[in-house]
């Protein structure tokens, strides 16, 4: 699963991050550091046509005209850990959302009711529910997942 993957890499780049705010400082061992680290993906279709929603009625995409990405923000305050993510989606179903966060706590150990998944709400990207006139797509839910 593409978020699975996303996630793993930035729990591996420093237990859940990148960066550390303020710079790079030594810390006391009971001491809290706040860490946090992002990451983008690709996630454009590679199987075409893909049907896309948003209209309000079906429209089949043949190609990729710009990128679409999914976007993950994940922060620590040495304690607990979150998890943002954001993809290039009209919508996204509860199921789907609850499946990736499943498979997101279990890959890296990151509570479900830390994960917050969101879409960017585009008319221009394959559709993973029926909504506006328009299926799902047959293939691409999986392609995520």
């Keep these: 699963m593409i978020w699975i993957r ?29 860490r946090a680290g992002a990451h983008a993906v690709d996630i454009s279709p590679v199987e075409f046509p893909v049907l896309v929603n948003g209209g309000f009625f079906s429209v089949t995409g043949t190609q990729v005209v710009d990128p679409l990405f999914a976007r993950w923000l994940v922060m620590t305050d ?26 997101v706590a279990a890959a890296t150990g990151i509570r479900t009711d ?10 221009s990207a ?10 799902c797509d047959p293939h691409y839910p999986a392609f995520l997942i």
């Excluded at 859940?16 to 400082?25: C, D, K, N, S």
């Excluded at 917050?116 to 709400?121: C, E, R, V």
């Design 6 to 34: 996303m996630c793993r890499m930035l729990l591996m780049w420093g237990g859940a991050g990148l960066l550390v705010a303020g710079g790079p400082r030594v810390a006391h061992a009971d001491e809290p550091v706040f």
């Design 114 to 123: 830390r994960i917050l998944l969101s879409a960017t709400h585009t008319h």
């Design 78 to 103: 040495g304690r607990e850990e979150i998890a943002i993510g954001v993809i290039d989606s009209c919508v996204i179903p509860r199921e789907l959302a609850d499946e990736a966060k499943e498979a």
């Design 126 to 135: 394959p559709s993973l529910m029926q909504a506006h006139g328009t299926d």
